[in-house]
């Protein structure tokens, strides 16, 4: 489809996709099929001239607080699933509170609050309820969360108490390939907890594993499952295989795979927020995920900060490099820059 186009006809191309052109499965197959660098550098010229049209050079930042690393569930790509035996913490609302203080003043403009399905907060919502009203005592900063599956009345308390973001990840839409990885989980149940929050004023996210035993047919198969449910930010990721989980004997691919699915997404969630995770390569692999349409910088911990984050690159590193400082100074010299508060406000609806 890109073989023969001129720069002349990618521009009228993107300019097809902002009119809301819709892409078939053969064309999905045909973009994720490239593997030439020539056909590589158009499919990320289209995608971010499709993301200069709607956020220019502004890019979104979220911090990262991995607050409960227990988890009862078995996901077989997951380090942090049941059973495996590694050092798990679960931090108390003081600890939380002091996260939150380190951030005043830094160019964040959300929180984002993610556990394991730690019983401490399913079994006892409330637990949980005291969590994001912390973080909203401290700052006035919109709030995601990412608490695995949640029940619709705890979700809801949870909006009433300050959270405006849910993301929950499917990692596949693929039925088959879901029952391998997020093992013993309903398939269904996942996407009704997006569309309830979505239905009470939640923004939600919706994010898929590349990698992990998907073809292309799986993974346009996620991309259709993406799309049915309208999500407000959509999430590719490498799997990394973890040692001692099942599948850690699986070969990691490239990271092309993941940034041809990036700028894909971008061109069928033109006006969404897609993120570049600094989770798997740090701030080299954020530039490239930004260059292939990426839009959001999520991941961001402290310099000194022992959190986890879930594939972590850099677990054991004594200085890790994903502070908001390293990450804008890093924007600039990209020609970008955080964009302001109030157009992040904007998309989650906290109009003032
Ligand atoms: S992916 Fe989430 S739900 Fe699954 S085992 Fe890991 S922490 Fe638990």
Redesign the pocket.
């Known amino acids: 489809m890109l073989n023969n186009m001129t720069q002349n006809d990618l521009d009228k191309f993107a300019g097809k996709v902002l009119e809301g052109a819709q892409f078939s499965d053969d064309e999905l197959r045909e973009l994720l099929r490239i593997n030439e660098n020539e056909q590589l550098e158009k499919l990320f010229y289209l995608s971010r001239k499709v993301k200069d049209h709607f956020f220019g050079n502004k890019v979104f930042l979220y911090s990262f607080v991995y607050f409960s690393t227990y988890?009862?569930?078995?996901?077989t790509?997951?380090?942090?699933?049941?059973n495996h035996e590694i050092n798990r913490y679960r931090l108390s609302i003081e600890e939380v509170r002091n996260i939150c203080r380190a951030l005043k003043g830094e160019s964040i403009h959300m929180v984002d609050l993610t556990m394991?399905?730690d019983p401490y907060f399913h079994d006892r919502p409330e637990n949980f309820v005291d969590v994001v009203r912390a973080v909203r005592s401290e700052l006035d900063l919109p709030i995601m969360i990412s608490p695995?599956v949640m029940g619709n009345e705890v979700l809801k308390e949870l909006h009433d108490n300050g959270a405006n973001f849910l993301a929950l990840y499917q990692e596949t839409h693929d039925q088959q390939l879901y029952r391998k990885l997020?093992v013993g989980?309903s398939f269904e149940d996942r996407v009704n907890a997006r569309k309830f929050a979505k239905s009470i004023g939640y923004c939600v996210e919706d994010g898929i594993l590349t990698g992990v035993g998907n073809d292309i047919e799986s993974t346009i198969r996620s991309l259709r499952g993406m799309e049915a449910n309208t999500p407000d930010m959509v999430r590719v990721m490498t799997f990394v295989p973890q040692e001692g989980t099942p599948l850690e004997k699986v070969n990691r691919i490239s990271s092309i795979e993941e940034l041809k699915i990036i700028a894909v997404l971008r061109l069928m969630f033109p006006d969404r927020l897609i993120p570049a995770s600094l989770d798997l390569e740090g701030i080299p692999g954020m530039v490239h995920r930004l260059n292939a349409g990426a839009n959001v910088v999520t991941s961001i911990i402290p310099s000194d900060s022992a959190l986890e984050g879930v594939v972590n690159y850099d677990r054991g590193a004594e200085e890790r490099h994903r502070d908001p400082k390293s990450v804008v100074e890093c924007l600039k010299t990209m020609g970008m820059e955080p964009a302001s508060q109030a157009d992040f406000n904007r998309i989650v609806g906290l109009v003032a």
């Open positions: 988890c009862k569930n078995k996901c790509f997951c380090y942090y699933r049941a394991g399905e695995g997020r989980q």
